[in-house]
C-alpha cells in the first residue's frame, strides 16, 4: 500500500520559513517521482513542485520558483519543501505526491496533506 505522510506545517509570519517532509512507503521510491501539491482555501489545487526519479530534474510553477526548492533523499525515502520567503497568499493545505513523472497537473497518489498557515 502506497503511503505518504507530510509534516511540518504550522503558522508562520509572512516573510519567514517552513520545511515540509514527507515520508513515502509502499513503492520503489527512486523510480518515482515525488512532488508537492497545495489547495488553499476557495480555490482550485495547484501544483508546486516535483521532482523525477530518473534523473533528478525538477519543475517549479511560476507562483514559488525562486522561494521554494524541492528535494529528496532515496536513501530515507524522503521528499521535502523549503519554502521561504512566505506570503499569506501560500496559506494552504500542501500534499505530497508521487507519480510515475514528473507532472504538476495531477498525481497518481497523495497524502493527507499538512497546512500552512502564513499571517500577515
Known amino acids: 500500500e502506497v503511503q505518504l505522510v507530510e509534516s511540518g506545517g504550522g503558522l508562520v509570519q509572512a516573510g519567514g520559513s517552513l520545511r515540509l517532509a514527507c515520508k513515502a512507503s509502499?513503492?520503489?521510491?527512486?523510480?518515482?517521482?515525488v512532488g508537492w501539491f497545495r489547495q488553499a482555501p476557495g480555490k482550485e489545487r495547484e501544483g508546486i513542485s516535483c521532482i523525477s526519479g530518473l534523473d533528478g530534474s525538477i519543475r517549479y510553477s511560476n507562483s514559488v520558483k525562486g522561494r521554494f526548492t524541492i528535494s529528496r533523499d532515496n536513501v530515507k525515502n524522503m521528499v521535502y519543501l523549503q519554502m521561504n520567503s512566505l506570503t499569506p497568499e501560500d496559506t494552504a493545505v500542501y500534499y505530497c505526491?508521487?507519480?510515475?513523472?514528473?507532472?504538476?497537473?495531477?498525481?497518481?497518489?497523495w497524502g493527507k496533506g499538512t497546512l500552512v498557515n502564513v499571517s500577515s
Open positions: 509502499g513503492f520503489t521510491f527512486d523510480e518515482h517521482a
Open positions: 505526491t508521487a507519480d510515475e513523472i514528473c507532472y504538476l497537473g495531477g498525481a497518481d497518489y
